[in-house]
């Protein structure tokens, strides 16, 4: 769950990734998707915060919703 929420984030520029780092708000999660999943799970002021910063993207932006449409289309597509 927390990975997906960091995958959403990146896909709709709410989470930024510079190589391997994740960031938030100029904040570091974590190297890798690992390392940002135990950050939050860790942290859980700031999962609140990237789920309603994705929430906001959602709202201000149909394109938003093209991307998330995307991203999830092609989850089920590697799982299925």
Do not use: H, M
């Amino acid at each position: 769950r927390l990975a997906d929420l960091i995958n959403t984030g990146v896909t709709l520029n709410v989470v930024n990734k510079a190589g391997a780092w994740y960031n938030f708000g100029g904040q570091k999660l974590g190297q890798g998707i690992e390392g940002s999943r135990q950050f939050l799970k860790e942290n859980p002021k700031v999962e609140k915060e990237i789920l309603g910063a994705i929430k906001k993207s959602c709202r201000s932006s149909s394109r938003s919703l093209e991307l998330i449409t995307q991203e999830v289309l092609t989850f089920f597509d590697w799982f299925f």
